[in-house]
């Protein structure tokens, strides 16, 4: 996977939703977020990857998704992959239901 993101051909995005959601969990003092939200985006910046905003189509497409996952921050990535296009790479298999863009890693 590290080989992936480190080829320069490929855009590697990272989500606007990801960062609300990690700046949430670290608001409520979450122990598994040592790391600030705006150390992971100056850093991801610094690595060359791209936000992704959260687009309306992204948004919207968020209603018409099977309830597979209840998780709205997930459901909005799938969202966004599917809207983009782009690949979704996450550790969570109950996402690979929704589309051959959501790769289990």
Known sequence: MRALLEEREHEVLFSAASIWEMSIKAALGRADFRVSPE?????????????????????????????HHRDPFDRLLVAQAMTEPATLYTADADLEVYSELVVRV
Do not use: K, M, N, Q
């Not at 985006?41 to 497409?61: K, Q």
């Open 39 to 67: 150390t992971i985006v100056d850093e991801a910046r610094s690595t060359g990857f791209v936000e992704l905003p959260v687009r309306i189509a992204a948004a919207l497409r968020v209603a018409t998704l099977p309830h």
